[in-house]
């Protein structure tokens, strides 16, 4: 594949519960360019919330890491701003897409796009607080209204980057994302923007680069439990053959990630946390459904390897 500009940014997408110092960790490894942590509230930080400094952990050996707030109040943007730029962070990053209801009820993540002047103030600030970039992530739009108005704010405001997700936040993660909406903010800003939404393999991320021009693109839930993602397309990008992970692969991952997981948040949530990405880890494998029915009763991090290894001894034994 041969590209007209820079090579394209290829990024982890924010999630919550899921883009966490050890994930974050192997998607670096894996190929990504850059990291984004879990969304860090902008009170918290005001307030020192001590919950705050578990999501802003991170491992030196990382990729470019981008830290994400929200919140809606652009004095607490700016005291979280300064707080955060001296920790090694390569960027700052503005939600203004989540779409969960307890976010958006207080007037944060994608209830920002409805306010245009409120946007260009919390980015205003935040850029005057820090010399760390300033991003915006954001998405097509909220209760009928286009995100359009939104986007130019925060390009005034001094962003040096959006990321759009093709979705409005009433989709939340159904149908599939409009790439041409994402086209749609490329071709109107004058600054870098990154396409998300449904990037699943190297071929979708060599069609939405193609269709669109868009200087990267960020992925999110294709990467759970699927840090290999950014090894497959990064392949793809030097015209490498790419190999899949083989089940040991997978496992081996599966269970180093939940042993970094457990140093920074410690033991019962790090497994708690990884149920959810095991789903990824042994999609397609005979059984898999049964072994994440024991796992999801198991507490420990040795438990859940014990139970992994013995998978890994019956697929051997069964071919």
Same mark, same amino acid.
């Given at each position: ?37 879990? @969304? %860090?509230?902008?009170?918290? $930080?005001?307030?020192? #919330? ?7 952990? /991170?491992?030196?050996? +990382? ?124 071709? @109107? %800003?004058?600054?870098?923007? $990154?396409?998300?939404? #449904? ?7 060599? /069609?939405?680069?193609? +269709? ?108």
């Amino acid at each position: 594949m041969s590209f007209s500009n820079d090579k394209p940014i290829l990024g982890l997408s924010p999630l919550a519960g899921y883009t966490d110092a050890a994930f974050r960790l192997l998607a670096s490894r894996e190929g990504a360019d850059e990291v984004t942590t879990e @969304m %860090v509230s902008v009170k918290g $930080l005001v307030y020192n #919330d001590r919950k705050t400094d578990t999501i802003l952990y /991170r491992f030196a050996d +990382e990729a470019h890491t981008v830290v994400q707030l929200f919140g809606r109040e652009w004095r607490e943007f700016e005291v979280a701003a300064k707080k955060v730029s001296d920790r090694g962070f390569a960027a700052i990053d503005i939600n203004m897409g989540c779409p969960a209801p307890k976010i958006v009820k207080n007037g944060a993540g994608s209830a920002l796009l409805l306010e245009p002047d409120r946007v260009y103030d919390i980015v205003r600030a935040t850029v005057s607080a820090t010399d760390l970039p300033v991003h915006v992530k954001l998405r097509m739009g909220i209760e009928g209204v286009s995100s359009v108005n939104a986007a130019l704010a925060a390009e005034r405001g001094g962003a040096k980057r959006l990321t759009v997700h093709g979705r409005t936040r009433e989709a939340y993660y159904s149908g599939e994302a409009d790439w041409s909406y994402i086209k749609k903010i490329k071709d @109107m %800003v004058a600054i870098p923007v $990154l396409g998300n939404g #449904d990037v699943n393999s190297f071929e979708t991320f060599r /069609r939405r680069l193609e +269709e669109t021009r868009v200087d990267g693109v960020t992925i999110g839930r294709g990467a759970i439990g699927n840090p290999f993602i950014f090894r497959e397309i990064q392949c793809g990008i030097r015209d490498e053959l790419y190999t899949p992970p083989s089940l040991e692969e997978r496992v081996a991952t599966a269970i180093y990630q939940l042993r970094l997981g457990s140093t920074v948040k410690g033991e019962h949530r790090a497994v708690l946390e990884m149920r959810k990405q095991l789903i990824g880890y042994l999609k397609g494998e005979p059984g898999n459904k049964e072994v994440r029915e024991v796992i999801n009763r198991l507490t420990t991090v040795q438990e859940v390897e014990d139970v992994l290894k013995s998978y890994l001894i019956q697929r051997s034994n069964a071919q």
